[in-house]
């Protein structure tokens, strides 16, 4: 399984972005799909995530700005990112746990990770 990131950029505060991430191979759509960030000098931290029947997560400080989604026929996962802030800025990991549910919150049982995508948020 591969993942491939992309969608990150420079946005001011209060602007939108939207991650993908594709993947190959035949798992997919029976995995769960993760979204993790990691800002400068500090741990990975597990944004959001959702299930193969599509159940979500979503840590509390992007409650009600970011939506996680996929679509199982495009093999790609997306993190819609909404009212932005500073504190968002950070290197964005998707991952794979090769399990249809529940998601894990634990970094360790993820089995696969993209390359990261670069989120920075700034006037």
């Known amino acids: 399984v591969q993942l491939q990131a992309s969608g990150g950029g420079l946005v001011q505060p209060g602007g939108s972005l939207r991650l993908s991430c594709a993947a190959s191979g035949s798992i997919f759509s029976i995995a769960v799909m993760g979204w993790y960030r990691q800002p400068p000098g500090n741990q990975r931290e597990l944004v959001a995530s959702?299930?193969?029947?599509?159940?979500?997560t979503y840590a509390d400080s992007v409650k009600g700005r970011f939506t996680i989604s996929r679509d199982n026929t495009k093999n790609t996962v997306y993190l819609q990112m909404n009212n932005l802030k500073p504190e968002d800025s950070a290197v964005y990991y998707c991952?794979?746990?090769?399990?249809?549910?529940?998601?894990?919150?634990?970094?360790?049982?993820?089995?696969?990770w993209g390359q990261g995508t670069q989120v920075t948020v700034s006037s």
């Open positions: 991952a794979l746990e090769a399990t249809s549910s529940p998601a894990s919150t634990f970094e360790k049982d993820y089995d696969y």
């Open positions: 959702v299930t193969a029947g599509g159940s979500t």
